[in-house]
Nanobody, 126 residues
């Protein structure tokens, strides 16, 4: 059994901050690629920030310098610190993990992930 649960979303003004959290059970985040994805209304789900056990980290260009992925291996939890939020960041954010150890070039590809949380809504007002 694999379970993922994302939390920490909310409503903030532009320029504000949020910290998303993803708790996992049934597997260990540290063993496989992990990632944060988002989906805005009418748009495809896209990779925001992903990390591999080898230390490789991917950030979508639009969030570089503003969002940071991190993990707490002891608690089997992954975080996404979100600073300087913009209205275009508004979306449902999902945490995910792959059953495989993905190389850097594949980490941001949605189909590579087979374990997904339900998502948490982030809304950034103008």
């Amino acid at each position: 059994e694999v379970q993922l649960q994302a939390s920490g979303g909310g409503l903030v003004q532009a320029g504000g901050s949020l910290r998303l959290s993803c708790a996992a059970s049934g597997f260990t985040f540290d063993d496989y690629a992990i990632g944060w994805f988002r989906q805005a209304p009418g748009k495809e789900r896209e990779g925001v920030s992903c990390s591999s056990p080898d230390g490789s980290t991917y950030y979508q260009d639009s969030v570089k310098g503003r969002l940071t992925i991190s993990s707490d291996n002891a608690e089997n939890r992954v975080y996404l610190q979100m600073n300087s939020l913009k209205p275009e960041d508004t979306a449902v954010y999902f945490c995910a993990s792959s059953s495989l150890r993905l190389p850097f070039g594949l980490m941001r590809e949605v189909p590579r992930y087979d374990y997904w949380g339900q998502g948490t809504q982030v809304t950034v007002s103008s």
